[in-house]
C-alpha cells in the first residue's frame, strides 16, 4: 500500500509565457514547462526514467522530443483532468519501482491553436449519433447542460451562479499571470454576452495557450532537490459517461463522489482540516457542484457557502486561488493548471499565497461530467 | 425536412434497429431481460446486470423535460438561439433532443413541462426524434 507522504513533488511549472503564446507550437508548450520544471530541480532528461502525458501516441512524441528514455508511460487521456490521474497513477508507479523519477506534462495550444488537437467529431461514436445531431458545439452548450436542473432542484439563482465568477475575479485580481484581473459584479455577470442560456462569457472559461511540468519521486529522496517538496498524501479517480445526457443525475457528479472522498480518505485528513481548495473550474457551476460532491458543504448548500464569502480571500476555505479557468488560464485542458497552484499554495510561492497553509485539496473534471481525480498535498510529510 | 448542415449521425450495428425504427416513426428503446428495466443509448447487452438477455420495444414517445441550454451562436445547420434539450422518457431513461413547435425561451421551456416525440427525416436513411409539448387536453 502506497504510504501517505511516500511520494512528492519535487519539480513543478508552467511554461514560461501562458495566455497567447503564438511563438510556440504545442508539443514545445509541453517541452518549455518539461524544461523550466527540470531546471528548478537540477535534474536532465537523462535523469527522469518515467513520463506521462495526455492520449494516443503522445508519451512516446513528449519522450522523444525531450530525450527521455522511459521505462514506465501513462497516456491516460480523459479530458481535463488527465493530470490528477497521472499524478496518482505516477505515485503507484514509483511505489512500485516502476520508475523512480516521472515527468508529467501538458502543453495545449488552445486560442493559437499551432499543432493543436483536432476534435473531430465522429457519426459513428455513440456522441455522434445521439448527442452532436442536435447541436451541441463544444463544451459551452454541453457542460452547462444539467445547470437548469440543478438550479431548480436547489433553488439556486442566477446571482448565485453569478457569485462563482465574482469570487474568481477577486483572486485572479491578486495574480500578475491572470489573463483578467479587473474586478466584476454580479451585474457585469448576468449582462455579459450570452453564451448558452443560462451562462453567459463570464461564467465561461478563457481559452488560452499554455503548458505545465510536474516531477515526481520518493520523498526520501525530496532532500537532494533545491525545491521544497510537496507531498502527496492521498488520490482518487473515476469516470462517469462521456454524454452528459446520461449523467446519471444532473445535480451531482458520480465521478466527483467517487474520487474526491477516496482521496481525502486515502489522505487520512478531515474536511475541516484543508486550508486550500482548487476545484477545476470550466464553467461556473462546478465549484458549486465540487463543493457539495467532495463532502465540503450539504448538497445545495454550496450556494450558500460561496455567497457568505467563505471561498473568497480571506474567507475559512479558499478557493481557485490563481483566478481559474475563469479568469487565470484554461488551455482546454486546465487541470495542470490547478495542480500548480495547490504546489505554489504548499511551497508558499503562490502570488496570493495563504499564510499557514499546510493541505491543499486539487479536485479536477474532465470531459465535461466524464472524468475527475483528485489530489491531496501537504507541505509537511505525515 | 431537416435544414441542411446537420451532423448526421452514422448507424453502428448495434444502434441500427434504433434508427431503422425512427425512420417509421418509432422511438425504440430496449428493456433488461433480468430487470426488467429500459436503459439508452442502444446496446446488445443490459447496463444494469450485463445479460445479453435484451428486448427491443417501442417506447411511448412521451416525456418531460429534464434541463437544457439556449445556444446563441452559430452553428452549421442550426440557427440561434436554439436549445439543446435532455427529456426523460416515461420509461425513464433520458436522451439529448431539440424542443420544436415551442419558442426557444426560458419562459416557454418550463422544466418537467410534458413532451412528445415527433420524427422528421434528414434524408431517407435518418430521422431524428425530436420532442414537442402536449397540447392542452391531451
Known amino acids: 500500500m502506497l504510504g501517505r507522504g511516500e511520494i512528492a513533488i519535487v519539480g513543478a511549472a508552467e511554461s514560461t509565457r501562458i495566455g497567447a503564446v503564438p511563438e510556440m507550437s504545442q508539443i514545445m508548450l509541453h517541452a518549455d514547462a518539461a524544461l523550466n520544471a527540470m531546471a528548478e530541480t537540477g535534474l536532465k532528461p537523462s535523469d527522469i526514467d ?87 458545439f463544444g463544451p ?27 469570487v474568481t475575479r477577486e ?54 532537490f533545491p525545491t ?53 473550474d470550466a464553467f461556473a457551476h462546478l465549484p458549486m457542484y465540487g463543493l457539495e460532491d ?37 488551455t482546454g485542458m486546465y487541470g495542470m493548471f490547478a495542480l500548480q497552484e495547490s504546489v505554489r499554495q504548499m511551497r508558499g510561492t503562490a502570488p496570493a499565497q495563504i499564510p499557514g497553509a499546510k493541505i491543499s485539496v486539487c479536485h479536477g473534471v474532465g470531459g465535461m461530467f466524464s472524468a475527475s481525480g483528485t489530489i491531496v498535498f501537504s507541505n509537511e510529510r505525515p | 425536412m431537416i435544414a441542411p448542415g446537420r451532423p448526421k449521425p452514422k448507424p453502428t450495428p448495434e444502434t441500427k434497429h434504433f434508427w431503422d425504427g425512427a425512420k417509421e416513426g418509432k422511438l425504440l428503446l430496449q428493456r433488461c431481460g433480468d430487470t426488467g428495466k429500459a436503459y439508452f443509448p442502444p446496446r446488445p447487452f443490459s447496463p444494469y446486470t450485463g445479460t445479453r438477455n435484451v428486448e427491443i ?16 451562436r452559430p452553428v452549421p445547420g442550426f440557427t440561434p438561439p436554439y436549445a439543446i434539450a435532455v427529456v426523460e422518457l416515461e420509461e425513464g431513461p433520458r436522451m439529448m433532443t431539440n424542443i ?20 422528421e427525416a434528414m434524408d431517407e436513411e435518418i430521422s431524428l426524434p425530436f420532442f414537442r409539448p402536449v397540447k392542452e387536453g391531451k
Not at chain 1, 469516470?239 to 449523467?247: I, K, P
Request: proline content about 7%.
Open chain 1, 171 to 224: 483572486w485572479a485580481g491578486k495574480n500578475p499571470r491572470a489573463m483578467f484581473r479587473d474586478p466584476i459584479t454580479v451585474d457585469d455577470v448576468l449582462n455579459s454576452r450570452m453564451i448558452a442560456y443560462p451562462f453567459r462569457i463570464l461564467q465561461c472559461c478563457l481559452v488560452t495557450d499554455g503548458g505545465g511540468a510536474l516531477i515526481l519521486t520518493k520523498s526520501d529522496r525530496a532532500k537532494d
Open chain 1, 140 to 166: 459551452p452548450t454541453l457542460f452547462p447542460i444539467p445547470v437548469l436542473r440543478y438550479m431548480k432542484t436547489y433553488g439556486v439563482t442566477h446571482e448565485d451562479l453569478a457569485m462563482v465568477s465574482v
Open chain 2, 100 to 119: 420544436v413547435e415551442c419558442e426557444q425561451t426560458p419562459e416557454a421551456l418550463v422544466l418537467d413541462m410534458p413532451l412528445e416525440v415527433v420524427f
Open chain 1, 228 to 280: 521544497k517538496p510537496v507531498y502527496i498524501l492521498g488520490t482518487g479517480e473515476s469516470v462517469e459517461t462521456n454524454m452528459v445526457s446520461q449523467m446519471k443525475d444532473f445535480t451531482s457528479s458520480s465521478a466527483f463522489r467517487v474520487a474526491g472522498p477516496t482521496a481525502i480518505e486515502a489522505a487520512g485528513i478531515d474536511r475541516k482540516d484543508v486550508d486550500h481548495l482548487m476545484i477545476y
Open chain 1, 294 to 330: 467532495l463532502g465540503f458543504v450539504k448538497r445545495g448548500e454550496a450556494k450558500d457557502f460561496i455567497r457568505e464569502g467563505n471561498t473568497r480571500p480571506g474567507g475559512k476555505l479558499p478557493v481557485n486561488t490563481n483566478g481559474g479557468g475563469l479568469s487565470y488560464t484554461h
Open chain 2, 57 to 72: 420495444f417501442q417506447a411511448s414517445g412521451r416525456a418531460t423535460l429534464h434541463s437544457y441550454v439556449i445556444h446563441h
Open chain 1, 50 to 136: 518515467g513520463v506521462a502525458c495526455v492520449g494516443p501516441m503522445m508519451p512516446q512524441q513528449i519522450a522523444h522530443y525531450l530525450g527521455i528514455t522511459p521505462k514506465w508511460v501513462d497516456g491516460t487521456g480523459v479530458g481535463g483532468c488527465s493530470f490528477m490521474l497521472h499524478v496518482r497513477h505516477a505515485a503507484a508507479a514509483i511505489h512500485a519501482g516502476y520508475a523512480n523519477t516521472i515527468l508529467i506534462t501538458h502543453g495545449e495550444s488552445g486560442k493559437s491553436r499551432i499543432n493543436a488537437t483536432p476534435r473531430p467529431p465522429e457519426p459513428e461514436s455513440l456522441n455522434g449519433q445521439f448527442e452532436i445531431p442536435f447541436g451541441p
